[in-house]
């Protein structure tokens, strides 16, 4: 049920500050990237080819784990289906709260578009550091794996130390769910991506919503064409150097490194490793060389299926074969990477999906408002650090009016140059020693006003303690709340996750024109 304390303020995502010129470049190009939907002819293949196989790998993933198959594949299986997409990092107990807006944006999207909602899960992914932490309301929780230097997938993980960092957490949220899906798991021997599985379908179950892994045998093969060719001269590499070289040229950053091959190697129980072209032209994966025999790449590349995954820029590709999408959610950095795949998706006869920002959203309580306000910050301000909330409140309380400090410095100024005037005046060379001491005067000064501002911030430091503690609840160090912050701990003062959840689920946003981004600041009432 809806705490009607809170409300929400939905605007155009371009007022939330920090947007690369990339990201509202693209925003203020939307109308021209209208829905690119499957050709006919691809839509068809998709449909008789690959459809059956990949719902029957989503109902083998739930129904192998006893969950309840989702909502969502009933409209998957249906003729004429649409997927809308978003990925994210398996991070621990969900990581920073923007996991939950790119899906909550996900699942608002394929209502309005009646298509299905998938969350991709990052699975293949190897930087354990990335996804081992989390947040709590102060302190942050560390996952400590001791397979976390063997550069595993982190979905294949096991569970090995997840229950310590979890226990940890819970002292600051009510994760007792999570807690018992995650006994379930380590009663199973289950993956840390079936325990992540377990704790979507916990927060999103009720939902549409359908979680794929694709590190499946059965989807690999069905890129074993776009994988072989990552071996000859047909792979992405050329096509995403050419697009990121024009990207450059329009005055953008091409945020993503480009391979020459675009694939890693990862077999069962290994790390997953870099594929490079050596200058003999053989391809190795650390000291693995692969298909010594010479066998045909694709021969070669359907039998290792499995062992192969995509690296950044050609995952999704892979994810377009798969799924018949739509629109990919993507957060600003993926938005960024994503603008190098255009001429990569054309040369594969695939058509890009349009790429739509993620929500991005700001949770104020009362307390927090009271104190900005107190500041003089908003969003406009932009991410100021703890230093500047702090001394835009010194500003405001030093002694007499505010602007007697630039008074004094401006009456400082007329007295320095009246100093050298008239010592030059009557010998030049006195001009040097009234120049040090006008210097004098001024360090004088500097050093008064510094002593003024420390003893404000000493005799009122319950109130700069105050402030700096609302400063680190909006942003860390100029990092923006819901890049550090939990969506568990930001819903505690709501009510629970699913007060938080269901509020953005069910925004409207009718006051703003149908597909365009947006961002929420989520307040409660005075």
């Excluded at 470049?25 to 939907?37: A, F, P, R, T, Y």
């Excluded at 600051?172 to 807690?179: A, F, L, R, T, Y």
């Excluded at 379908?201 to 549409?208: A, F, N, S």
Aim: charged share 25%.
């Amino acid at each position: 049920m809806q705490d009607n304390t809170w409300s929400l303020r939905t605007f155009e995502a371009r007022e939330y500050p920090g947007l690369s010129p990339l990201v509202l470049g693209h925003l203020d190009n939307l109308d021209s990237s209208k829905s690119e939907m499957k050709t006919d002819n691809n839509y068809a293949k998709w449909e008789s080819n690959i459809k059956p196989t990949l719902c029957e790998v989503i109902i083998e993933e739930y129904q192998e784990l006893g969950l309840p198959i989702p909502f969502g594949l009933k409209k998957l299986q249906a003729e004429g289906s649409r997927t809308i997409t978003t990925g994210h990092q398996l991070q621990i107990a969900g990581g920073p709260a923007f996991l939950h807006y790119k899906t909550i944006t996900t699942i608002r999207q394929a209502r309005e578009n009646g298509a299905v909602p998938v969350f991709w899960l990052a699975s293949e992914d190897h930087d354990f550091k990335e996804v081992s932490w989390v947040n709590g309301e102060a302190e942050k929780f560390v996952w400590s794996s001791p397979l976390d230097k063997d550069r595993l997938p982190v979905g294949r993980l096991s569970l090995e130390g997840v229950r310590e960092v979890l226990e940890a957490w819970m002292k600051d949220v009510k994760g007792e769910e999570m807690m018992s899906a995650l006994s379930i798991s380590i009663e199973n021997n289950e993956s840390y991506a079936q325990l992540f599985r377990r704790w979507m379908h916990l927060w999103y179950g009720d939902t549409d919503l359908i979680v794929l892994d694709a590190d499946n045998p059965k989807l690999k093969v069905i890129a074993t064409s776009l994988f072989a060719e990552e071996f000859t001269e047909s792979g992405v590499s050329k096509a995403v150097l050419k697009r990121s070289e024009e990207l450059v040229d329009s005055g953008y950053n091409a945020a993503a490194h480009v391979r020459d091959v675009n694939l890693f190697y990862m077999p069962r129980g290994e790390g997953r490793i870099g594929i490079v072209k050596e200058v003999g032209g053989e391809f190795k994966a650390g000291e693995r060389v692969l298909n010594e025999g010479g066998e045909d790449w694709e021969v070669w590349c359907e039998r290792n299926a499995e062992n192969l995954s995509p690296g950044v820029l050609l995952r999704p590709l892979y994810q377009e074969l798969l799924l018949p999408n739509l629109k990919v959610v993507l957060g600003p950095g993926e938005l960024s990477y994503w603008k190098q795949l255009s001429i990569a998706f054309s040369e594969k006869g695939l058509k890009m999906p349009t790429l739509h920002l993620r929500d991005h959203v700001l949770v104020m309580d009362s307390h927090l408002q009271s104190v900005a306000n107190e500041v003089g910050w908003s969003l406009k301000s932009g991410w100021w650090n703890e230093d500047e909330w702090v001394n835009s409140w010194v500003d405001s309380n030093l002694p007499s009016p505010p602007n007697d400090f630039d008074k004094i410095s401006t009456t400082l100024e007329e007295l320095k140059y009246q100093m050298t005037s008239s010592a030059s005046s009557i010998d030049p060379t006195l001009k040097s020693a009234a120049l040090a001491s006008s210097a004098g005067m001024e360090k004088v000064w500097s050093g008064l006003r510094k002593k003024i501002r420390k003893a404000i911030k000493r005799l009122n430091q319950d109130e700069i303690n105050k402030i700096s503690k609302a400063a680190s609840r909006v942003s860390s160090n100029r990092v923006p709340q819901d890049r550090y912050a939990n969506f568990h701990v930001l819903s505690k003062s709501l009510g629970g996750f699913k007060v938080l959840r269901n509020l953005l689920l069910n925004s409207k946003t009718s006051q703003i024109k149908q597909g365009v981004s947006v961002m929420h600041i989520v307040e409660e009432n005075s």
